[in-house]
């Protein structure tokens, strides 16, 4: 099963991301991870990625790219994958869709988290991160057992950088000038889905597996 998650950042891509690879056994390719393992490991590519992504800016469309095409082709992606956060602008779906055609594959499902700009702020601003293991948690709606500590690895949690509000905005905006225009190009390609991202998680999750199947 081949998956892309849409959505606003914030929006719960990431949460919803984790759930399925873990509920069908498939991996979850974040470009976001990506970038911050780079920027944590001191490639150039992180450091390329960084001048942007604290800025609220894109990565450049030529750096994401061949780094997705060349991981969805490892022996792990086979059996299908859950892409979070990729793609982010239509040359990016284009150059994907032009990969796959290639590859004689196909996308199975684009699943949009709609979920209004007004609530997106306020889940930015909790998140914490664990930028070891990528884990992802939420000051009240999905707190660590111990405040500021990592569940599955133990490392410290950290605001992002490109998460306190001035950036906020600032990828919002990006979002709807060259993001937003992918639910029309899935819609296109009949793979589009729609779930509530301003419901609990767990009942986003629930919308999300009535798209997939049990
Ligand atoms: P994205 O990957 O789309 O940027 P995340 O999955 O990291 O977003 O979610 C953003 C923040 O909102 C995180 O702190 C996460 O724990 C929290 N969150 C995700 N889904 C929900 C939800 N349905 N309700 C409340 N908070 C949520
Ligand atoms: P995310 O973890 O998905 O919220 O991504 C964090 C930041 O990484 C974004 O704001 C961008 O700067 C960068 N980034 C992640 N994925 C992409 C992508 N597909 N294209 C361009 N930039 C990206």
Same mark, same amino acid.
């Given at each position: 099963m081949r998956i892309i998650m849409l959505g606003a950042p914030g929006a719960g891509k990431g949460t919803q991301a984790k759930k399925i690879a873990e509920k069908y056994g498939i991996p979850h390719i974040s470009t976001g991870d990506i970038f911050r393992a780079n920027i944590k490991n001191g490639t150039e590519l992180g450091k390329k990625a960084k001048t942007y992504m604290d800025q609220g800016l894109l990565v450049p469309d030529e750096l994401t790219c061949d780094l997705v095409v060349d991981r969805i082709q490892k022996d792990d992606a086979q059996k299908g994958y859950v892409l979070d /956060?990729?793609?982010?602008t239509i040359p990016q779906a284009e150059c994907l869709t032009d990969a796959l055609n290639k590859l004689g594959s196909k996308i199975d499902f684009a699943i949009d988290v709609d979920v209004p700009d007004e609530n997106i702020v306020n889940r930015m601003s909790g998140r914490r991160a664990c930028l070891k293991c990528g884990a992802t948690y939420h000051v009240v709606f999905a707190a660590p057992k111990?405040?500021?500590?990592?569940?599955?690895? /133990?490392d410290h949690l950290v605001l992002r950088d490109d998460d306190k509000p001035e950036t906020v905005q600032k990828r919002l905006d990006v979002y709807h000038e060259q993001t937003q225009p992918l639910i029309d190009y899935y819609n296109g390609q009949g793979v589009l889905k729609s779930v509530?991202?301003?419901?609990k998680l767990e009942d986003v999750f629930q919308a999300v597996v009535a798209i997939l199947g049990e």
């Open positions: /956060g990729f793609p982010r111990t405040e500021g500590v990592c569940d599955a690895c /133990g509530d991202g301003t419901q």
